[in-house]
C-alpha cells in the first residue's frame, strides 16, 4: 500500500475491454516515488491525498486481473496537529 496525491485525470485512447468504463488516475507517490496510473472506484479529485493497493491487492479490488494499482482510501488532512490528550 501506499500513500500518494491525484494529480490529474488519465484517458486512454485504447483501453482492455474489462477496464472500460473505469475511471483512471494519475496518482503521485509521495514523497517522491513515481507516478502511478490507478483505478478510482471512489471517484477521488485532483489534489486529493489517498491510499493505493498495488498488484494482487488492486486486482481483487477492482475484481479484475488486469489491474495493478487501485484507489482504496481517501485521506482527510486539516493541517493541524492532533490535539493534546484529556487529563483531569
Known amino acids: 500500500m501506499?500513500?500518494?496525491e491525484v494529480v490529474g485525470k488519465v484517458w486512454a485512447d485504447r483501453i482492455l475491454?474489462?477496464?472500460q468504463g473505469r475511471r483512471l488516475v494519475l496518482v503521485r507517490v509521495r514523497p517522491d516515488g513515481p507516478d502511478?496510473?490507478?483505478?478510482?472506484?471512489?471517484?477521488v479529485g485532483v489534489?486529493?491525498?489517498?491510499?493505493?493497493?498495488?498488484d494482487e491487492?488492486?486486482?481483487?479490488?477492482?475484481g479484475e486481473s488486469t489491474v495493478d494499482a487501485a484507489v482504496v482510501a481517501l485521506l482527510a488532512d486539516t493541517g493541524t496537529p492532533?490535539?493534546?490528550p484529556f487529563t483531569a
Open 82 to 84: 492532533d490535539p493534546a
Open 57 to 62: 491487492a488492486a486486482a481483487a479490488v477492482a
Open 2 to 4: 501506499v500513500l500518494g
Open 36 to 43: 502511478l496510473v490507478a483505478v478510482d472506484p471512489l471517484n
Open 47 to 54: 489534489g486529493t491525498t489517498v491510499l493505493v493497493v498495488t
Open 17 to 19: 475491454s474489462p477496464l
